[in-house]
């Protein structure tokens, strides 16, 4: 299910057209406002690295004199100014550690930010091809190693190299021939760095991409739960869930193996450098506190290389996380807002579809074919057919969701390209069949927290829906949450706040999606009711599947394979005995006297 959209080539295409270079040259607009704080945190960091190279050089000091001598007043003092280099250092660290933090944390929740805002711009044909879950995994995960990024990830490499800097600096100084002996394994492990760099960049992008798969199939069947339970499904679940994790976990295990070949090479040429030392220490004349000196910093020396070639993959799996971010906010909507737009002061006369063809993929695999037809302004219009007709099609094509690749759509004669998106669709209100509630209370589902709609407009449009009257037993009324999708409340609840939203936007155009459904008797007659106040004296178009809901409709229209085969009132399409009347008696064909008294 998941896995055809990891198939897809123009996300991965995007992301390698991405590199590292371009990667970083987008985040430098973000740290750029942070200029002054990097500014001080890089002085900390130099101070702090500077405390640190000092110590080893004290215990030197104090192991071949006062040691030496037996002078215990300046083993004191020797120990009390370590004790303290180490408090200033770890003060510099906490402050160091705080403006970092700020600094990641802001650009994580701008990038946060700015990938949502872009996410709502996208057209509804990107989600098509992207699941939720993996977007979820971009907005969440891919952000949070950008900002572990800059708060540990790239202070710790320039941090290392300042350090492995200065101790080679301190031994060259104190003893040049056993520090050139030394520094020869620098190379070697730099050439090893780049191998490992080399051979794992593009499994770590490999990584992050089946952990976005894995995310998404996880979210999938989590919140396709009851189905998965009512049509026993588990094992289905269990297999997909199996195969996912099991593509990570091969490429997990490949980049851990790398890296445990990595690490063990850089212990085996630490140990032979602190060999070396006790070998060759006495041979090159150096005190027994220059030989302690230098096994501390060859210690110190294998913490900054260890932690580098750590951080490297951090940093590795953070550019696979830029990548795929900037591969999102890369793209581009084609459905765009008119350089010039005309002036559209609402609905008029009509809305009219002219020799409309739409394809979803672009090709010559049609939904709709050479489809014609007009909607009057204050008339009903109802869309009939089977499933897969090109019916809610119709729908998205009216919202601009989708443009047509031939013919146009107009409304009182302009083209509604020439419009612009947000000025066409709050002339619409859409009824779905899949009620979408969202997190928070009643007032606030009603309302989406719009600003012109007013509390008395809430209370109003709920109370002509009949929804007021379930609202009022509650013990909050209007200030209920809601639970997740609604769960706390029926089917037919959810659908006369749905109804309460639609009236509460008081819209030009009402646009209906088989907004009924099956539901016992009482409901049913509530919910016709509520509709039928909804829909007066507006301009209505209605997706049927049940042709019950559509008998008053000023017009029926019936597609099938994308084309419309017939049009009329119930009582025209009855009387031509074709298509319509086949599926209407079909529908009721277990109702006594239902058709006959149509």
Request: charged share 25%.
């Amino acid at each position: 299910m998941t896995s055809d959209f990891y198939e897809n080539e123009k996300i991965t295409e995007k992301e390698k057209q991405i590199g590292t270079k371009k990667a970083f040259l987008s985040l430098l607009p973000y740290l750029k406002e942070h200029s002054k704080r990097l500014f001080i945190a890089l002085i900390l960091l130099s101070g702090g690295t500077f405390l640190s190279l000092v110590w080893p050089i004290l215990l030197k000091n104090g192991i071949d004199g006062p040691l030496k001598e037996k002078d215990f007043n300046g083993l004191l003092i020797i120990a009390g100014i370590i004790g303290l280099i180490q408090i200033v250092t770890i003060v510099i660290q906490y402050f160091m550690r705080i403006k970092l933090e700020i600094i990641g944390q802001d650009i994580m929740l701008k990038l946060k930010q700015k990938l949502f805002d872009h996410i709502l711009s996208l057209d509804i044909s990107f989600f098509d091809k992207n699941p939720v879950g993996r977007l979820m995994a971009r907005v969440e995960s891919d952000a949070e190693a950008l900002r572990l990024l800059f708060t540990n990830t790239v202070v710790l490499i320039v941090a290392d190299i300042f350090l492995l800097s200065g101790i080679y600096g301190v031994l060259f100084y104190y003893n040049w021939k056993m520090a050139l002996i030394l520094i020869v394994s620098i190379p070697i492990i730099g050439l090893f760095i780049w191998i490992f760099h080399r051979t794992t960049t593009h499994r770590f992008l490999e990584v992050r991409k089946r952990m976005a798969e894995v995310t998404a199939t996880l979210t999938e069947f989590l919140h396709s739960m009851s189905i998965v339970q009512i049509f026993h499904r588990g094992s289905y679940a269990r297999a997909r869930v199996y195969k996912v994790n099991e593509a990570k976990f091969s490429e997990d295990a490949y980049v851990n193996i790398a890296a445990c070949i990595f690490f063990n090479t850089v212990f085996f040429f630490e140990y032979v450098k602190i060999g070396l030392v006790l070998i060759l220490g006495s041979h090159f004349g150096m005190t027994f506190g220059t030989m302690v000196m230098f096994l501390l910093y060859i210690w110190r020396s294998f913490e900054p290389i260890f932690r580098t070639s750590e951080q490297l993959s951090n940093f590795q799996k953070a550019v696979a996380g830029a990548k795929r971010i900037f591969a999102i906010l890369s793209e581009k909507s084609r459905l765009l807002d008119p350089a010039y737009p005309v002036e559209w002061n609402g609905l008029e006369k009509e809305i009219r579809f002219e020799n409309v063809w739409f394809s979803y993929t672009d090709d010559e695999n049609y939904v709709l074919r050479d489809v014609s037809f007009s909607i009057p302004v204050g008339k009903t219009v109802a869309i009939a057919g089977v499933t897969g007709g090109g019916k809610t099609t119709v729908i998205s094509l009216i919202l601009r969701l989708y443009d047509p690749q031939k013919g146009k759509i107009t409304v009182d004669g302009i083209d509604i390209r020439d419009i612009p998106k947000s000025e066409l669709r709050k002339r619409f209100a859409l009824v779905l069949q899949d009620i979408i509630l969202f997190p928070g209370d009643i007032k606030s589902n009603i309302s989406l927290e719009s600003e012109r709609i007013s509390e008395n407009r809430i209370t109003d449009a709920s109370k002509q829906v009949e929804a007021d009257k379930f609202i009022k037993l509650l013990p909050e009324d209007y200030k209920t949450v809601v639970s997740e999708k609604g769960s706390n409340f029926s089917r037919g609840e959810r659908q006369l706040l749905s109804f309460a939203r639609a009236l509460a936007i008081d819209p030009e155009v009402l646009i209906l999606d088989e907004a009924t459904s099956s539901v016992d008797p009482e409901t049913e007659r509530t919910i016709q009711s509520s509709l039928k106040k909804l829909m007066s004296g507006r301009t209505s178009l209605v997706i049927a599947h049940r042709l019950a809901t559509i008998l008053e409709a000023d017009q029926i229209l019936v597609i099938r394979h994308g084309e419309i085969i017939e049009r009329g009132t119930h009582t025209d399409l009855i009387l031509k005995n074709g298509y319509y009347s086949r599926l209407f008696h079909l529908q009721f064909k277990n109702k006594n006297g239902v058709a006959s008294n149509a």
